[in-house]
């Protein structure tokens, strides 16, 4: 099966600086890796996703990096707001296992003022 | 449009006892998702429900687990005789078959579960 390893755990940065959050995992038949966020109390929400024939894809403030050969996976978040604050999950879906995904262990963000 | 639901949104329930939990997914998705969320940890897959395919249910734990998805919309996950280690969040996700959505998985809100 996939094995999804995500770091750091926690990550605190000043308000307008990039955070990085990164991730590897371990399924080389891989081919799906999305980013979501989650809120308090809510359920995860899509932010950003990237699949394998990509190796970098940008959304506004937020962009993902895919390097196959290491597998592994990043996402970037620049200028930074109090609001992007929450816990960030890394995923990959796994090349034999239809459209389940396995999650990394979360990242803890937050931007202080 | 309506997201996913999810009911009850609590349930503290004593150890031993049964439970189920409901999730209503987003109308025409045709993929449903249940995951496990322990405080601090990520996400851990349970069961994958996907049109009328045999459900994947290389995730649940252990034979206490089951699901089920009536008429390919509701789905109801229960656990027989609860154990404190089943405290937990229960995520519910769906998906739909086709179109430029077909990757993403919309989460509920989750049922917060605990075990005394």
């Known amino acids: 099966g996939e094995n999804v390893e995500q770091h750091p755990s926690t990550l605190s940065v000043q308000e307008g600086d990039s955070a990085v959050i990164k991730c590897t995992y371990s399924?080389?038949?891989?081919?799906?890796f999305p980013w979501y966020k989650q809120e308090l109390g809510k359920g995860p929400q899509l932010i950003i996703d990237i699949r394998s024939n990509v190796g970098e894809k940008k959304d506004q403030r937020i962009a993902v990096t895919l390097n196959k050969t290491a597998k592994h996976f990043s996402l970037h978040i620049t200028e930074t707001q109090p609001e992007d604050s929450a816990v960030y999950f890394c995923?990959?879906?796994w090349g034999g296992g239809g459209n389940k995904l396995t999650f990394g262990t979360g990242t803890q963000l937050k931007v202080e003022l | 449009g309506a997201g996913v639901s999810q009911s009850p949104s609590n349930k503290v329930t004593e150890k031993g006892k049964d439970v189920e939990l409901r999730c209503d997914p987003i109308?025409?998705?045709?993929?449903l998702y249940w995951y496990r969320q322990s405080l601090g940890q990520g996400l851990e897959f349970l069961i994958y429900f996907q049109g009328n395919s045999a459900p994947d249910k290389s995730g649940l734990p252990s034979d206490r687990f089951s699901a089920e998805r009536t008429g390919g919309s509701v789905s109801t996950l229960t656990i027989q005789r609860t154990q404190q280690e089943d405290s937990a969040v229960y995520l519910c996700?769906?998906?739909?078959?086709?179109?430029?959505?077909?990757?993403?998985?919309?989460f509920g809100p989750g049922t917060r579960l605990t075990v005394l």
């Open positions: 399924d080389s038949a891989s081919n799906y």
């Open positions: 996700a769906s998906s739909p078959e086709r179109g430029s959505s077909y990757n993403e998985q919309f």
């Open positions: 995923a990959a879906r």
């Open positions: 109308s025409g998705h045709t993929a």
